[in-house]
């Protein structure tokens, strides 16, 4: 008889995907109250007329016309296009101190903000302002601070580019680069890592690559619950024969086994294909050490070839051509000792050794990864190996082959690419001064961290957020809501109601805006927006729902309000047509970034257009101009190793949320049920604390970069499929063991993944 689990703890075995998926969004329509105008709203998600599904930044087919079905894209659609609002009344029944008290998901889920609202102290509750009063009170607020550096402009990566772009101009207008940000806590790794190694902080692969790939590697992310419809991809890749080779501490259920809905014979029979051809648990952290181990059997398979009088497996046209810095590389991985390598990575030397096997007899092969990689204190060194191991056998710039990051929100690389950036180069000033007639300051701005950091020590005063939920998103909540609430002004432009919105500064404002599936029509009719997906297509995405309210207005919208309020008519830049019409400011992204050539027409093509990613066609825009081999640390100078008593806490979404946003309390492909508050627990590890599968624990964590101890008491402890020595849980719960201070010293990532903590039965 199998052993009793633990209340709301099951054992799952079924593939991923399949009929439990339907059934899951069957589920999610009717607690949204989903009516007629909802459903058909799925229909239009990723379709050339549609809009893009706020999901994921996956690409979307190019030979498909049919509706791709994902369970969680129709979970981010429904959550947006919900029948439920929040409006003046809710706010009269409920004070922010009680708001407080409640849940994440409770407070998300009250549905679509309404109105502009505005904190009363005296009544300990948001109130209705009209939307010119609301803006008046801003620019007043801004315009009091001594220097525009005291104020930080926050974006999240749901915003268009044309709302990104002018959120840019107002604040560079503004006068500071102070651009905290979700990419700083996501793929900043691989954005600091990448130019440095091929030259554009980007991924080098398309979809079309994936038809012609000869093996996948994939590297600390999970596309069963993150980037669904990946899925499609990999199904067709494993049925064609494609080694699929998987680094991850947790055996995720769909990079085992995944059922397509795409696949009528799968859903009818109840089959199913298997995903990963191999599956290596490596130990959370241990990452530097596994492609450290890859490497060095690359070198040791190379050799015995060479030795048989073979020709080598190394790319040695590419690497003698297109790059510089391999005697260095060569040098570390050869002083690094495999018993090293296998103490840190958790991973046998004939298992990396078989991986190997698999790279060198690839013809091309494609590495993907997502925030198993990034979210540690040495993410960009992470990022950086991944690119080596590519480079050693041409994997880059050639068809079937290249690096694949996983962005996470589905704008956040477009964001970027018009001018999110708390570091602007030259050419962005230039082409700021070309488009608008002002020379913006170059003065390096705050990261997401460095922006807590301000709030807390007094430096800056006003936070203006477009989008997103920092507070409860960045590491340290002990440092990160008291700073905020010593804030002098907060403003949050929002869809749904969470927690930063009640960290309540001198004035607190919540201002509603349309969602991606919203129709926003202006002076000239319609408007359509524009993204960039992870592999830097860039096409249109129009709304075309009613709007929840008649008061919301659209982001660009928005920020032309508070910039006028602001700024009055400074360097003479024309808001309101703007506005009007976002080909305007189209034109003006051209001018700025001349990538977008043509913008206006090419966006308007079927299906959009890819931006220049030199390193795709091997022009490698580095300082050298070679791709460069880039040496990492050493593993002995690994943090996480120094406590012999410690465990490695990771941080992880379940299947039923995006980000800080709480659809469900399930993890239905992990078995948990109707909780979160659980820790995923090796048998071994427990066993040696004198634990069971659902003993009550408390966890302690002490950061890495010294200082206090934090601590999360009466979690459930799981017994779980991991390596011994790493320990999971989810977030944002988790992030009250993360401290400030622990990230990755080049890109400024939290790390989130890889936190050191000592865990005990709970004390009675
Ligand atoms: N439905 C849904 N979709 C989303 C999101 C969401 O929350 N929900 N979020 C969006 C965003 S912003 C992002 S950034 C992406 C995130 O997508 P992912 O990168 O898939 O996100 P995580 O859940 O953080 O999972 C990381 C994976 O890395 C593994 N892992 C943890 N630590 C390590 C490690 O040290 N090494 C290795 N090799 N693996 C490790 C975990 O087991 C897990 O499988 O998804 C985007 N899409
Ligand atoms: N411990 C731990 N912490 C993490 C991570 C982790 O893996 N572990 N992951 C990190 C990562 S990868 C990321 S990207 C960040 C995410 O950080 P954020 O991007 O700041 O967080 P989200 O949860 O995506 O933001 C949700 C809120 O966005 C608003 N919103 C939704 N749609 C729209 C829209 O269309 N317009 C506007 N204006 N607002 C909208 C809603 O009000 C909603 O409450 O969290 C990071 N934090
Ligand atoms: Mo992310």
Known sequence: MAKKRPEGI??????????GALRAVAKTLSHQQIVAQGTTTLLKANQPEGFDCPGC???????????????????????????????PDFFAQHTVSELWDWTDHNLEDQGRLTHPMIYNADTDRYEVIAWDAAFARIGAELNLLDDPHQAEFYTSGRASNEAAFLYQLLVRAYGTNNFPDCSNMCHEATSVGLPKSIGV???????????LTDAIFSFGHNPGTNHPRMMSTLHEASRRGVPIIVFNPLKERALEKFASPQDPIEMVTMSSTPIASAYHQVRTGGDLAALKGLMKSVFEIDEADLASGGAGVLDRDFIREHTIGLEALREDIDKTSWDSIIAVSGLTRAALKSAADVY???????????????QHSNGTGNVQQLANLLMLRGNIGRPGAGICPLRGHSNVQGDRTVGITEIPNKALIDGMEKAFGFRPTDLKGHNAVESIEAMNDGTSKALICLGGNLAVAMSDPDITFPAMRKLDLAVHIATKLN?????IAKTSIVLPC????????????????TVEDSMSMVHASRGFLNPPSEMLKSEPAIVAGIAKATLGDRYGIDWDGMVA???????????????????????RVRGGFRLDVAASDRRWKTE???????????????????????????TLRSHDQYNTTIYGLDDRYRGVFGRRDVIFMNKDDLAKRGLVDGAIIDVESLPTSGGRLRAARGLLAVEYNIPRGSVAGYYPEMNALIALSDYDRLSGTPAYKGVPVVIKGAQA
């Open 201 to 211: 902080g980007k991924g080098t692969v398309t979809l079309d690559d994936f038809e």
């Open 624 to 650: 050298s101009g070679k791709a460069t081999f880039l040496v990492a640390r050493g593993l002995d100078e690994d943090p996480l190793m120094k406590n012999p008593d410690a465990l490695v806490l990771t």
């Open 360 to 374: 060198v007899k690839a013809k091309n092969v494609i590495l993907c990864y997502g925030m198993g990689i990034t």
């Open 10 to 19: 099951e054992s799952y075995t079924a593939p991923a995907g399949g009929w």
């Open 499 to 503: 927690r930063s919105h009640l960290l």
């Open 57 to 87: 930044a996956w690409p979307d087919p190019k030979h498909t016309s049919s509706f791709e079905f994902c369970e969680n894209g129709a979970k981010a659609i429904t959550w947006e296009s919900t029948a439920k609002r929040v409006d």
């Open 581 to 603: 019409d976002y080909d305007l400011i189209r034109d003006k992204i051209e001018i700025v970034f001349p990538d977008f050539k043509d913008f206006n027409k090419r966006v």
């Open 514 to 529: 349309f969602g991606r599936t919203d129709l926003d029509t202006q002076a000239t009719g319609p408007q359509s927006v």
